[in-house]
């Protein structure tokens, strides 16, 4: 697992990207400079667990499909997943299970080569792209507000 302290969250257990520090001012989120956040438990997460699937072991055997994929696997030119993203991907995976953060409701991959991780609730839209095997950009929005939130993430 990454060398992570904490991970910010909000009252559902998705990350929260108000006051992260950005690590050597390169835009990145350092994970491991967090000391303290708010944790919250699965219990209180006010997410449906069956629109999870299976939970984060249903999540790493959709990452392992996903290496079955080909170019053009969208027969309109869509790159592959690498394995470096895969591999990246499920990293990424085990880390957040291992800290109690709620599995992704989808996990697809887009058409340049990336794969999501989708969290999708009544109050909160977010994803994660998972861009290599080390840095993901994340997106949220809060809905009916017009807050919107974007990042990068950097693991290893």
């Known amino acids: ?29 350092d994970l491991s400079e967090f000391v303290s956040c708010t944790e919250v438990s699965l219990d ?3 997410v449906d667990e069956s629109a999870r699937g299976h939970g ?17 696997w969208d027969s309109q030119g ?7 993203v895969i591999n990246g991907a499920s990293n990424l995976a085990n880390d957040l299970a291992a800290l109690d953060y709620p599995p ?3 996990v697809v991959p ?8 989708e969290w ?4 909160v839209f977010q994803e994660i792209e998972v861009t ?8 949220r929005v809060d809905r009916g507000t017009e807050r919107t939130s974007a990042w990068l993430l950097k693991w290893c």
């Open 44 to 46: 209180s997460c006010h």
């Open 78 to 84: 869509a790159i592959a997943p690498t394995e470096n």
């Open 1 to 29: 697992m990454a060398n992570w302290k904490a991970l910010p969250r909000d009252s559902l257990g998705l990350l929260v990207s108000e006051g992260q520090p950005a690590s050597e001012g390169n835009g990145y989120v």
């Open 132 to 139: 290599s095997a080390c840095e993901a950009e994340c997106r």
């Open 120 to 123: 999708d609730t009544p109050t």
């Open 110 to 117: 887009s058409p340049n080569g990336t794969i999501y991780l």
């Open 56 to 72: 984060w072991q249903f999540v790493l055997e959709e990452l392992a499909e996903l290496s079955r994929l080909e170019d053009n």
């Open 104 to 106: 992704p409701h989808r």
